[in-house]
């Protein structure tokens, strides 16, 4: 009997649990049990899994769409442009370009949107919950104030591996490989014939042809052609002066102003003569140079 009740104690004790833990083993299957059936009904929920990645579905229409992204297939075209979608409810977001129709309006700066998350990030803008410690200005967003700190601390993380030029952000990064390296320009001007490395820059060019100012200094009531434009006039009421040299203390308000400087630092003459060959640090000082060899440019 003795030796019974030891070996019954032993398979229990496999499983965790003591001959005086019987209620404990019964509690232990149970939830065993209960998260069988809770996967089981998962599958059954999603019934409807991808052969190429694993995805599941709860509909079949689900599936379809998903299989669209490994296979590339676009079925719903647009009519007005010929744009292609996966699903038709992209095809219908995409449509709203076309007819203007801005459903979701911001109460506040009474600013209209055409998607409803546009417009949920746009609400962010009223309301900017990170702050630097070290300037004060404030941010919709925290990455945007980790990169904002990347200025107060002069660190570059992103280096040019053709150049070896550093730069605060990754995005400073690939436009300068753009525009100096590979010198890529798909963007043409059909007013002027101008080229740009970048669509927002181009779209940002197009409003200076336009002449239609639109956005408005609350401090001096100037008026400027692009949202940068009057960010960057800002900075002379606030006195901020977010780009600091990483050689020295000094700060600038503008992001040229800071690459100005630093050729002091660096002996970089980027701006060349084609006639002469002569190299200068400032596109300026080239400029005024250039016209001792054209004298038609002095009177210009």
Known sequence: MEDAVIGAVFLLCLA???????????????????ERRTKNLHQQLKPFTCPQCGKSFLRKQGLIRHIRIHTGEKPYVCQHCGKSFISQGTLGTHLKSHSNEKPFKCPQCEKSFRRKDLFSRHMRVHKKPYTCDQCGKSYKWSNSLRVHKLLHSGEKPFKCDQCDKRFVLESQLKAH???????????????CGKRFSWRRCFKEHLKIHSGVKEYLCADCGKAFITATQLKVHRRIHTGEKPYKCSHCEKSFGQLGGLQNHERIHT??????????GKRFGYYRAAQMHRKKHCPKLKSI
């Open 16 to 34: 965790g649990f003591t001959i005086m833990d019987m209620e404990s083993r019964r509690i232990h299957k149970e939830i065993e049990r209960t």
């Open 177 to 191: 490989i753009k525009k100096t390296h590979t010198k890529e320009k798909p963007y043409l001007c059909s007013v």
């Open 267 to 276: 002996g970089e003459k980027p701006f060349q003569c084609h006639q002469c």
